[in-house]
C-alpha cells in the first residue's frame, strides 16, 4: 500500500517510519522549496493548533509551530533571541494582543 504526503516532515521521521517496517521514500530541497514548504507546515500547524480538542493537545501543538519559527529563524541566518528581542521591540512600541481589541475600521478626518 503506497500512502501519498508531499510535505515537510522532522528529521527523524524517515528513520521512525523504517523502524516501523516501512520504506519512506523522500529527497532533500533547495533552499526555495524548502522555504515554501516551511509555510506550508506552518498552516497545517495552525490547523492543528485550531483543532486541538484539549490544551494539552493545544500545547503540542504551538511547540510544533515554535519549532518552525526556529527553523524559518535559523533559515535566515537568526536565532529564537534574535527573535524574542524583535518580538521585545515590536511589543514596546505597538504593544501585544492581550487587550483583545478588534480594529473595525478608522475614519479619516477632513
Known amino acids: 500500500m503506497e500512502i501519498i504526503y ?8 524517515p528513520e521512525i517510519i523504517k523502524n516501523d517496517g516501512e520504506i ?15 509555510l506550508k507546515k506552518d498552516g497545517e500547524e495552525l490547523e492543528e493548533v485550531r483543532n486541538a480538542d484539549s490544551k494539552e493537545n493545544v500545547k503540542k501543538e ?25 518580538a521585545d521591540k ?7 494582543f492581550n487587550k483583545r481589541i478588534l ?6 478626518k477632513d
Open 6 to 13: 508531499d510535505k515537510l516532515v522532522r528529521d527523524n521521521i
Open 24 to 38: 519512506p521514500i523522500t529527497r532533500i530541497l533547495d533552499d526555495e522549496e524548502y522555504f515554501e514548504y516551511l
Open 62 to 86: 504551538l511547540a510544533d509551530k515554535l519549532e518552525l519559527i526556529i527553523t524559518m529563524a535559523n533559515f535566515y541566518g537568526f536565532n529564537l533571541d534574535d527573535i524574542i528581542v524583535e
Open 90 to 96: 515590536k511589543r514596546e512600541k505597538n504593544g501585544a
Open 103 to 108: 480594529l473595525i475600521k478608522t475614519i479619516k
